[in-house]
């Protein structure tokens, strides 16, 4: 609702809810309940794309497979018809490359074996599943398709990155203070201040802040400056970027200001 508010994208809006959802569940799968030799045999049926494969794993696994891959193909589907060009490749990529980084977290935080911070962050940019949500948002809106554009967005351009960026460290600055799960899929904070053992936990806190900052710079310079994507599909993007700090404040009154803001959203059918 965020990312499109013309009420003229309703049916975008519904579309998009699935690959948001898909990220949620294979994100706990993959921190949460999974073990690591499930994980990886998950991640090389996604790799194949051989869904018969995915027999040999545990129930909860394949049922999500086998919906997932029926998702991708209802979109592919609808976004051939509607526009002319068929996605399936590249949501195949985006899911590919999504749950190659989520196994990656997972066999740090199997071995104990915490990364650095930047080689953190640069998996985490793309296990915070922006790039594949924004892939399928781009192919469903189906402005400004070309074949320099799918090219492009398969490399997670720098409009996608700065946004992915963005999310990934306010999450990060929230989950590592609050988060409840029992699974350990790690910080950028955390990883940090390992780092930087000299640095105070506020200090550490102030450079996440500060690089959210320098992020937003980038993510500005997409938007204003041209770019090969439509207007609609880039305002997208700072909206999402925009919606991040409503998303994780992790304090009292995260839940009534959202509300609030929801209520913004729909204020046609709310009682202002």
Same mark, same amino acid.
């Given at each position: 609702?965020?990312?499109?508010?013309?009420?003229?994208? /309703?049916?975008?809006?519904?579309? +998009? !809810?699935?690959?948001?959802? #898909?990220?949620?569940?294979?994100?706990?799968?993959? @921190?949460? %309940?999974?073990?690591?030799?499930?994980?990886?045999?998950?991640?090389?049926?996604?790799?194949?794309?051989?869904?018969?494969?995915?027999?040999?794993?545990?129930?909860?696994?394949?049922?999500?497979?086998?919906?997932?891959?029926?998702?991708?193909?209802?979109?592919?589907?609808?976004?051939?018809?509607?526009?002319?060009?068929?996605?399936?490749?590249?949501?195949?990529?985006?899911?590919? /490359?999504?749950?190659?980084?989520? +196994? !990656?977290?997972?066999?740090? #935080?199997?071995?104990?074996?915490?990364?650095?911070? @930047?080689? %953190?962050?640069?998996?985490?940019?793309?296990?915070?599943?922006?790039?594949?949500?924004?892939?399928?948002?781009?192919?469903?809106?189906?402005?400004?398709?070309?074949?320099?554009?799918?090219?492009?967005?398969?490399?997670?351009?720098?409009?996608?990155?700065?946004?992915?960026?963005?999310?990934?460290?306010?999450?990060?600055?929230?989950?590592?203070?609050?988060?409840?799960?029992?699974?350990?899929?790690?910080?950028?904070?955390?990883?940090?201040?390992?780092?930087?053992?000299?640095?105070?936990?506020?200090?550490?806190?102030?450079?996440?802040?500060?690089?959210?900052?320098?992020?937003?710079?980038?993510?500005?310079?997409?938007?204003?400056?041209?770019?090969?994507?439509?207007?609609?599909?880039?305002?997208?993007?700072?909206?999402?970027?925009?919606?991040?700090?409503?998303?994780?404040?992790?304090?009292?009154?995260?839940?009534?200001?959202?509300?609030?803001?929801?209520?913004?959203?729909?204020?046609?059918?709310?009682?202002?």
């Amino acid at each position: 609702m965020t990312a499109l508010t013309d009420p003229k994208f /309703s049916e975008q809006r519904v579309d +998009l !809810v699935k690959p948001i959802s #898909f990220v949620y569940m294979i994100d706990d799968i993959f @921190d949460v %309940y999974g073990t690591l030799d499930d994980l990886t045999l998950f991640t090389e049926v996604v790799h194949r794309w051989d869904i018969a494969a995915a027999a040999q794993l545990p129930d909860y696994m394949r049922i999500c497979l086998n919906a997932l891959n029926n998702v991708i193909n209802e979109i592919s589907f609808k976004v051939y018809k509607c526009h002319g060009w068929n996605p399936l490749l590249s949501l195949r990529k985006a899911w590919t /490359s999504l749950c190659n980084a989520f +196994l !990656v977290e997972a066999k740090w #935080f199997a071995s104990g074996d915490v990364p650095n911070a @930047d080689e %953190y962050l640069k998996n985490g940019i793309l296990s915070s599943g922006v790039h594949a949500v924004l892939v399928h948002l781009s192919f469903l809106l189906g402005q400004d398709i070309t074949k320099e554009n799918v090219e492009l967005l398969d490399s997670n351009p720098g409009i996608i990155y700065s946004t992915a960026k963005i999310l990934r460290l306010w999450d990060d600055l929230g989950s590592a203070k609050d988060e409840n799960q029992d699974g350990h899929d790690g910080s950028y904070l955390e990883c940090y201040s390992k780092e930087h053992q000299e640095c105070s936990v506020e200090s550490a806190r102030k450079h996440v802040i500060q690089m959210i900052l320098d992020t937003w710079k980038q993510l500005n310079k997409e938007c204003l400056f041209q770019n090969p994507f439509s207007q609609t599909f880039t305002k997208a993007c700072l909206n999402v970027a925009r919606m991040v700090p409503w998303m994780y404040s992790y304090d009292e009154n995260r839940f009534p200001i959202l509300e609030e803001h929801i209520g913004y959203l729909l204020h046609d059918s709310v009682s202002m």
